[in-house]
């Protein structure tokens, strides 16, 4: 929370006090209550939140301070040298009661109907204090609302919250993090006095993608959520450690599981703050309901005469065997290839490419289902770039932070908060590039929105502002000029259409900056011409030695693609990992490598015969559906495992019920490189299995064990993580290529694709909460071009382009504001890859209304 | 032009050379720039700019003695100065002018009448703290108060009081009208700088202080009306000529706002130190008390206050007297109840005041304005039980000095006062559940 060293307030970095007759040192700047806390003594607070400003609302946290004529609250009394504070003294037990006695007056005594009841502060301090006779005798305030949705005094006041404003004790903390941390204003407090009441922003729901973490702070049962209301008590269930599957940074979290009937009842967070600082984006919190839900694959199923039917793993299993040995006898194996999610564990990402790379001699594999057109190696620009090492919590003490092509609120829920941490708390200066407007603007100092295709002449412009101000010493610097076009500020400005002065801000800020953050993310990943951004960027990072003085990123995308790449689950590894490899397995297949793109062209060219699936829903995700379907199609064998029925599964000869991963214990790398353990808190639902035991299972019908022993797969896994997979940066700056972008005659608009902030990849529609927050696919655009078309929020908008159309409705933004549409992929009613074409750099589309 | 019906001494004030702040509030011209000017005004604005240092203001205006009249009497010059020398952020000049102590309408009468001289004033201290952007921010309810302050604001720009480059001095400064929402509580500072920032009126807690950490977390000065509007004075004339008036360590003159059960109630300008009976009785002020009945008890400084009874009225009204008589000058509201007024419905209708107006942040003030309402609204409605007297006074005490702004303080001062003057009362009306005075008096 302090600063270890203030130079503003001069002298020691920690001051000395007394508490309760022990000696305590503390960072300058530590309140009495952490100071308490920091060596056991315990302060009961209700207001109090580590990761907010303290507002001594409450006023249970007293102490006695010698020489303080009155109470203090310790939350917002900031230790001092020579301080001697009592915490249990006559003075501090009358006043913390009298508090207690304030808070109990009007507070309903629904203890065995409230689902607090059991983790409630409330009802641990009354025990503690033993109130147990009340002096109020009147009656006691009840709000009623008019519009009663449920029973009793409660009121739905989200997709997923229930407000009982009778047992709110006002602590504040839900409407201060809901401010402070999160940006969102869909909820505040009303009315004054004793009937002051929390409630939802007139004519608004609380549907923020954080809402879930004002229901987890609620010190009591004023806030609920729908998922955990009434099912059970919180006695009757164990907690489990484990990580979030839907978020690259791996958000820790704990399960709330009831063993007998193998369920989960809810997601807490696991506070972790390298991580995640205590929040979880509702996407974390909600996902569970992806096991949990009923619409499960329960058993294998295999295609007989065109219809895929109900079979036990046994037939499965021969019948994969039968036609994976005819294609390797007829074609070889190395016309068998496989596409893994990078939200698998470890072990399974593992298997999966030594079962292909040792069984078939196969190089044929990937674990990137929706990006266009990735390198199949990693001597590219895009690589260096993406391997570069990143701290989460690095964001917090930067001083300058640069979001680049990335929409963190969408995609890096986690980031986004840390970025406005650093803007709220320690006064960093943001600065937001992007094609179309975004959120995390909220706090910028600067927001350029440049004009859609010209990501590379954005970064281009910046360095030549550097250059012209002559703001960086880079020795080499009069060589940049040679390697980009156009090569004056003016013209690159006019280019991607910012204002030069803008950029200028932007440069200096850089290069000024003592710590600087800059965040690529998932549009540059996505981007066909990654590599001429990539290399804009590594002249960037040369110019300003961001490196140096701080962090520069690609942010990874899913739950565990950083252990795709350091378990060389691409096509061509790393040269380091593959050294690594070829010593644990006695050789490496050499054998051609395609990367997804590739292996998709091969199929349709029946040259790739056999396909493995595990996870994935290429069809869903991969650019132009069409095609994916086709090259399906074409195969002679694929056999998919996956939680639900997709897409994908449905064109397979094969398919094998998967569990999820709260089924099973396994590692995942975040996107920091940082591996986390996730334990297994349910037995896996119906006759599912991990994905390193179905491997196990179709290895063994090869008769090639692919690991004798668990530990023998687990260190071999610690060999290869580590192997150091930072790639150096290139000698010089590189040249930034001109980027072809295609016009399409008529269609106007660029598409981009995006997750809606609920939601991530295929599997989140099968979560009924997240549901409830969005439920299906939309036409995000801003309000004047939706007038200029005559739409209005919720109408049927058509959109095309010159391969496919969907209909989705309407949904009017608050932030776009230039010829941009946005659509979410993660809904199977809306084929929005139908839309893509493979090829392009810009999805180019248009729009008409659809008649009644 | 429309004025508010309020009695004023400003006919003495004209006379009195040492009444400033009244002297020209009865002059329907006064308003208007012309007049204002040709009465001496903005003279000590522009003598400030042109030929003094800010920090010679600060020091001019400590030397002066003036104190803060809105309620806490902290010394104007010592607050100012609290400003930090270094900060690279901008500073902040705030004129408090959300008057709604119950009892108290001094600054609507300086700003309905004379609102040139709340800007004069407004200027040089923003001048002395380095500040080129003040607010000030009104009582929503004073619609008379804002009008008369934005025509004079336009006025004021228009003859170059304001604006760019004042003077040719190269000082730039602006001057915002914000109209509040209807808050008590917006009348304390911090919860003054959360409305005017947008967010909901609720007191923050200090340190930081504003000084250090005002609005927008920048340095901020919040002054009153009646302080800010006496700066002119003492800048034109000088801080020994106003040492001169009042008593030694109460310098100045105080508005008084007379209410209750007098003759004449109204707003009288007086030097302080006062005597308090006098300005009840005098007929050029109070008049006595209506019916020529006894006096009950006093009010002295605004609702929030602690009651004198009636053998302790030979009192002088400035700051060290009053505190020694065991209550405050607090912003100079007196308010005077005659024999016949039942003390607990007095002490129902100021809790019921505070109740509402409590901003619901902090729980002993949210919750024990409430609870207080319930169980004095039982004595007074004649369902008191025994106990309930010691029982109030266990809820004051668990209010008092435990809140994060004074308003908890302000809410069980008054009734812990009358509690100790009048308990023989308190219990009569539980013991007989009946009230032990005649009449109550409706208040117009």
Known sequence: MADKQNPETGGQATVTLTIDGLTVTVPRGYTVLEAARSIGINIPTFCW??????????????VEIEKFPKLQVSCATVAMDGMVVHTNTDQVKNGRRAVLEFILLNHPLDCPTCDKGGECDLQNLTFAHGLDDSRFAFQKYRFVDDDMTTTFDDKRIGPEIILNRNRCILCYKCVRANKEAFGEYDLGAYERGNITEINAAPGRQVANPFSGNLVEICPVGALTNTDWRYKIRVWLTKTTPSICNFSSSGTNILFYKEDHKNKIYRVTSRRND?????????????????????????????????????????EALEVIKKRLNEIKDKKGGVCIGGLASPSLDNASLYSFAKFLRRTFNSNKLDYRQDYRMLPKDTANNYSILASQPFKIAGIDDSDVIVTFATDLLREHQNEYLRVRKAFNFKKARIFVANPYAVKTADVAELEMVYKVGTDEIFINAVCLAALEENLVACPDRADLKKKIKPSSLKDAAEQCGVAPETIKIMARALAEGKKVTFIAGELLTRCRDREIIASALCNLNRLFGLNRKGQIAVLARYANSMGAVKLGISPEPVPALKKELEKIWSGLPDTEAYNTDTMLVHMKKEEINGFIIMGANPVMLYPDREFVKESLEKLDFLVVCDLYETETTALADVVLPLAGWAEYAGDYINLEGCRQHAEQALKPRFEAYPGYEILEMIADKFEKKLFSSTEERESEIDRLLKVDTTLPWPDGFVEVKTAEIEIEKDYPLALFLCDDPHHCGHLTEKANSLVNFCGEAYIEMAEEQARAYNLNEGDSVRLESPIGKIIVPLKISEHLDNQVVLVPRNFTSHPVTSLLMRKRRIDWVRISKVAE | MFYSPVITNAAEAVKNEKLHLFRFV????????????????????????????????????????????????????????????????????????????????????????????????????????????????????????????????????AHKHLGKNIYGTGYDLDMVVHSGGGAYICGEETALLNSLEGERGMSRIRPPFPAIEGLYACPTIVNNVETLASVPHIINRGADWYRTLGTEKSSGTKIFSLSGHVKRPGNYEVELGFNLKKLIYDPAYGGGILGDKKIKGVIPGGSSTPFLKADMLDVNLDYESLAQAGSMLGSGAVIVFHEDTCIVWVILKLIHFYRHESCGKCTP?????????????????????????????????????????????????????????????????????????KTNFEFR
């Open chain 1, 49 to 62: 939140h580590p990761k907010l400003k303290p507002v001594g609302a409450c006023r249970i946290c007293y």
């Open chain 1, 274 to 314: 390298d991580i995640d600082d205590g929040w979880l984006a509702d996407i974390t919190r909600y996902s569970y309901q992806v096991i949990t839900s009923d619409e499960r694959l329960i058993k294998p199923l295999i295609k007989k005469e065109g219809k895929q039917v109900p079979a036990t793993w046994e």
């Open chain 2, 26 to 157: 009865e002059d329907s011209e006064q308003v208007k720039i012309g007049t204002y000017e040709a009465h001496g005004g903005y003279q000590a604005w522009k003598k400030a700019l042109t030929s003094m240092q800010p920090a010679q203001i600060v020091e001019e205006v400590k030397k002066s003695g003036l104190r803060g009249r809105g309620g806490a009497g902290f010394p104007t010059g010592m607050k100012w100065s609290f400003i930090p020398k270094d900060s690279p952020k901008p500073r902040y000049l705030i004129c408090n002018a959300d008057e709604s102590e119950p009892g108290t309408c001094k600054d609507r009468v300086l700003m309905e009448r004379d609102p040139h001289a709340v800007i004069e004033g407004m200027a040089i201290a923003a001048y002395a703290i380095g500040c080129h952007r003040m607010f000030i921010y009104i009582r929503g309810e004073f619609n008379h108060s804002i009008i008369r302050l934005e025509t004079a604001v336009k006025e004021a720009y």
């Open chain 2, 365 to 437: 003030c949210r919750e024990g304005t409430g609870w207080l309402e319930q169980i004095i609204g039982r004595i007074e409605a004649g369902g008191g039980k025994p106990g309930d007297i010691e029982l109030i006074e266990d809820v004051c005490g668990n209010i008092l000095g435990r809140t994060i702004c004074p308003l908890g303080d302000a809410a069980v001062m008054p009734i812990q006062s009358a509690i100790k003057h009048w308990r023989d009362e308190w219990q009569f009306h539980i013991d007989n559940k009946k009230c032990m005075v």
